[in-house]
């Protein structure tokens, strides 16, 4: 049960104490994007799923903007929401499902401080359910899980409950209980607030409140069949014998999951879901950067680039950084320090987003997530600061998986292809590498998908359509050693070196057989799959 004295609604606390950022993370399907649109319906944020209350009218705020998200009904890229409720403002990280967009979603969650775990309750843990826990656990994520779609066909919550924990070992707790499962689902015990939540008329959203003090309370709950009451109470009674209860400190610590059941598509268990996350969920935690740990409560104001999206308005060619703020309290206008590029940058007309929708911000603090519109200066792990030159770390650059030569339709558009790419890169959408000994670039992707995506929005946003060649390379590592030990390697292996767009050398391998032997000829070198940004 949550404990009440960490309630923080009623509670004067400084400003970034009162940001909740969060992402939600789950495999393909299991309810994602309805859940995010229904966190924002519970809050009050829009009026009905899909619609803005902003300024006294109702504006599409789909939190797929892409068009080829729209089309294919998943998710591609990570959106940013901002919302609040009693008191809190929680920040809403949409990261994409699909397992082709990992590196989209592994940058977004080193921008938040816990992850909701949306979990099919016919499915149960998923592949990629299971490799974004992995990130979570490296990072100590706090994890709420979300047992979604209770409504349909479902296993048995105890072997749910069984299978979570024992596939991810993590201990976990149950806050919300599903009163029957797919057709005798009949609604949910609110396990924290010690009341039944129940619908009028089958089918009907869950308005009817009945309090309990024990789980045995409810049997003979008026209108539920004594069979489907029974066996709710009963198994509920054997997961609060068996399962921890619900303890602060091992949550924080990722070590312990909340668990709520529910359906988002009927609302069910969502408002209490958004609760848990106000009252329990972390406030913004301190950051690891070279030399020091920053701490959210510091004056000076530090931040990193986790995102940067072109083109969210195709009719003004824009391009915004997402920026992850890190301390301090941030004010329109105020100078800030890139190392990278060396100079002080002036934010403008810094924003705060909704899905694509967008307003300026004048102030914001440690936890919110802000837009900073830009023409190319900005990059994914840039680091801007106050007063101090700050470099935060966990923003790496993957080996990608899978390599493609591209080709142009129309070789007079080879400088609209270069500029496309150079954004796409700095996106993530995309690696691009050039050759030594070749004009065309090649594109590095973790899945097939990312290459659609390019493609379709290389032609539609850029007016550059292109089509791809197979390359004879398997696999690209990032050559690392003295320059002149790289340089030697790079002059005897011309064919099969590239640069990449920061023009570190890339070894371009035709089969692992002949990169194990590179690394056995080259003691001196290291080649490497994974980068640091920034």
Request: glycine fraction near 6%; proline fraction near 6%; include cysteine.
């Amino acid at each position: 049960m949550l404990d009440e004295t960490h309630s923080t609604a009623a509670v004067a606390l400084p400003d970034f104490a009162r940001r909740r950022t969060f992402a939600i993370i789950s495999h393909p399907d299991a309810g994602k994007t309805t859940l995010t649109e229904k966190l924002l319906l519970a809050s009050g944020a829009i009026r009905m799923a899909g619609h803005v209350k902003a300024r006294g009218e109702r504006r599409r705020t789909r939190s797929d903007w892409m068009e080829i998200e729209q089309q294919r009904g998943i998710s591609v890229t990570s959106s940013v929401m901002t919302f609040e409720r009693d008191g809190i403002v929680f920040n809403l990280l949409d990261t994409p499902g699909h397992s082709d967009f990992s590196e989209d979603t592994y940058r977004t969650l080193s921008a938040v401080d816990a992850a909701v775990m949306v979990i099919d309750a016919a499915k149960g843990i998923e592949s990629q359910t299971r490799k974004l826990f992995e990130v979570c656990r490296l990072r100590d994520i706090p994890i709420f899980t979300f047992v979604n779609k209770v409504d349909r066909e479902s296993l048995d919550p105890i072997a749910l409950m069984d299978e979570v924990s024992s596939t991810l070992a993590l201990d976990l707790t149950p806050l919300t209980w599903p009163i029957g499962m797919g057709v005798d689902f009949r609604g949910l015990i609110d396990i924290a607030n010690k009341r039944a939540l129940l619908a009028t008329e089958r089918g009907g959203p869950l308005v009817r409140e009945v309090p309990f003090e024990t789980p045995e309370d409810l049997i003979d709950l008026e209108g539920v069949e004594e069979r489907i009451i029974n066996e709710a109470v009963e198994s509920l009674t054997l997961a609060l014998g068996v399962l921890p209860p619900f303890e602060l400190a091992s949550f924080r610590e990722g070590h312990l999951s909340p668990v709520y059941f529910g359906s988002a598509l009927k609302e069910a268990g969502v408002a209490e879901l958004l609760f848990g996350l106000g009252d329990v969920g972390p406030s913004p935690l301190p950051r690891s950067a070279r030399g020091r740990t920053v701490e959210p409560a510091e004056d000076l104001v530090s931040g990193f680039v986790f995102k940067v999206q072109a083109n969210m308005d195709p009719n003004h060619r824009d391009r915004v950084a997402f920026v992850r703020l890190c301390s301090g309290r941030f004010k329109r206008g105020m100078k800030l320090f890139n190392p990278r590029e060396k100079r002080q940058m002036a934010i403008a007309n810094p924003i705060f987003f909704f899905a694509q929708e967008r307003e300026t911000v004048d102030e914001a603090v440690a936890g919110d997530i802000i837009g900073i519109p830009n023409h190319g200066m900005l990059r994914v792990g840039d680091t801007l600061s106050e007063g101090e030159t700050i470099r935060f770390e966990g923003l790496p650059d993957f080996a990608p998986e899978i390599l493609r030569r591209v080709l142009l339709s129309d070789p007079m558009k080879a400088k609209q292809l270069q500029k496309a790419l150079q954004d796409m890169a700095e996106e993530g959408v995309v690696q691009v590498i050039k050759p030594v000994s070749d004009p065309a670039p090649i594109v590095g992707v973790v899945g097939t998908l990312q290459l659609d995506v390019l493609s379709a929005r290389l032609e539609k946003e850029y007016g550059v359509p292109i089509r791809y060649e197979a390359v004879s390379f398997v696999t690209a590592r990032w050559i690392v050693g003295e320059r002149t030990e790289v340089e030697r390697f790079m002059e005897a292996n011309r064919s099969s070196t590239a640069r990449d767009r920061d023009e570190a050398p890339v070894y371009l391998a035709r089969s692992q057989w002949v990169l194990d032997r590179a690394i056995e000829e080259w003691p001196k070198l290291k080649f490497v799959a994974v980068k640091e940004r920034g």
